[in-house]
């Protein structure tokens, strides 16, 4: 992976990333995912058999209003809706997304300005690159 990457514009989000976690849901082959990025934290749920990375692997996600590249053997790819956007009270403030990816959620925590980068119900891209 390159040097600190975070890019952020209308309609795309792009962050690296630390896998921090990796546990098991009340859901039976549902996993629980946290990520610790440069510019964001992010938390997903998934099916065990979907999941592209191990827990301290480093990684790097994109959510996108276009399709993104990805290598169809090795990434993981979905798409979605985003269904909230929320301003978070803290010091500093922060902003927060979440994406429904056909029921499975994706929340994106970060104090940079994620919120004008997307619209509620946008369709949008999850992709999680292969570590």
């Known amino acids: 992976m390159s040097v600190l990457r975070v890019e952020l514009r209308e309609g795309l989000l792009r962050d690296e990333c630390t896998v921090t976690s ?22 997903f749920d998934v099916l065990k058999e979907l999941l592209v990375v191990s827990e301290g692997s480093k990684t790097e996600y994109t959510l996108s209003r276009e399709k993104p ?39 994106i925590e970060s104090s940079e300005n994620i919120n004008s980068c997307f619209n509620l119900m946008d369709k949008v891209y999850f992709k999680l690159k292969h570590s």
């Open 22 to 43: 990796i546990r098991k849901s009340l859901i039976p082959g549902i996993v629980i995912v946290s990520l610790d990025c440069q510019g964001s934290k992010v938390e």
């Open 69 to 107: 590249e990805y290598d169809e053997k090795k990434d993981f790819v979905a798409w979605g809706y985003v269904i909230s956007k929320k301003n978070v009270e803290a010091t500093p403030p922060k902003q927060k997304l979440i994406v429904s990816l056909w029921g499975y959620m994706v929340m």
